[in-house]
């Protein structure tokens, strides 16, 4: 039994670019259905995406992230390619990323840009790219490499059991994380990555976007490292609590006095809020190991794919 494919490419304003995207893709899966879901376009994005073959649908709320969300809910698939519509990653690679996820089987299969011309990366995202893979990888785990590649291939029981949260271009950090969580299989493809097409301008801003995941790590890691979230924060209130609390004290010892009394309720509050904070670490994070819970067991409802046992065999 083959596999439903799907390829789904989120676009806005990728009118350049995205017939030849679909065109590419369907020449390399001729059995996938193209699905290129159109978020806002102010040009004419969606007429060449369905002149060139493609399944067209829409997402009112802006944003990659409320895309892709839309994208998981609507489409029923075994295997997911998730790309972008702005022809800088090569079709040719999705019949390898899809052979390896389904003989893995691995839940996601990661395409690892390698440049192939001078202009496919500024150097403001190159470096934001490193500083953040490398901060996902070192909390979360280093098992995931190219954290903001736009091109993936992902299982159904990934897809069905991922909660899109994110609105933006964070959802790739999300759907890191939600990879490391899980412990799910995960492979990388080296792919090329080369420039736009003339005429087709980039929606990443470097500095609001790269403020925006690094918002997003901060915010999964309070969700999905409670401990280690308030645990920093208990021990950085509680450093400062000695630190204040440690010329009080010699003046005690020194004199049997306490002269300056505000400091000392100071640093007492400043410990106790040390220990609440500690506190609802310890508590946030049974929550959070019961969260994960549910979506293991939602990952687990779904085989590899149907038929998995045929093809194995």
């Given at each position: 039994m083959n596999p439903r494919i799907a390829v789904m490419v989120p676009c806005y304003n990728e009118?350049?670019?995205i017939a030849?995207?679909?065109?590419?893709?369907k020449a390399?899966?001729?059995?996938?259905?193209?699905?290129v879901y159109d978020n806002n376009s102010k040009d004419c994005t969606a007429e060449s995406a369905r002149s060139a073959g493609a399944v067209v649908r829409h997402e009112i709320q802006q944003g990659k992230g409320h895309v892709v969300r839309r994208m998981f809910r609507d489409i029923d698939a075994d295997f997911y390619v998730?790309?972008?519509g702005d022809d800088t990653?090569?079709?040719q690679l999705a019949p390898r990323m899809l052979a390896l996820a389904v003989e893995g089987p691995f839940d996601l299969v990661n395409c690892v840009r390698r440049e192939t011309e001078v202009a496919a990366y500024r150097g403001g995202h190159r470096l934001g790219n490193a500083m953040l893979t490398g901060a996902v990888r070192n909390i979360f785990g280093d098992r995931v490499q190219d954290m903001l590649s736009g091109y993936k291939v992902l299982s159904r029981r990934f897809v069905k059991s991922f909660p899109v949260l994110s609105q933006g271009f964070d959802i790739e950090t999300e759907l890191t994380v939600h990879a490391q969580e899980l412990s799910m299989p995960v492979a990388h493809v080296e792919g090329s990555y080369r420039a736009r097409p003339p005429g087709s301008e980039s929606k990443l801003r470097t500095y609001r976007d790269g403020s925006r995941i690094l918002m997003m790590i901060i915010k999964l890691v309070r969700h999905e490292r409670p401990l280690f979230f308030f645990g920093i924060i208990s021990g950085l209130l509680a450093l400062s609590s000695i630190l204040i609390s440690i010329p009080i004290v010699f003046t005690y010892l020194e004199t049997g006095l306490v002269p300056r009394l505000p400091t000392a309720v100071l640093?007492?509050?400043?410990m106790l809020l040390a220990a609440l904070a500690l506190f609802a670490g310890v508590i946030l994070d049974t929550v959070s190991r019961g969260r994960r819970e549910v979506r293991l067991l939602v990952y687990l409802q779904h085989s590899p794919f149907p038929g998995a046992d045929e093809h194995s065999a």
């Open positions: 009118s350049v670019a030849k995207v679909v065109r590419d893709f390399v899966l001729p059995d996938a259905v193209v699905y998730l790309v972008d990653y090569d079709a640093s007492t509050g400043m």
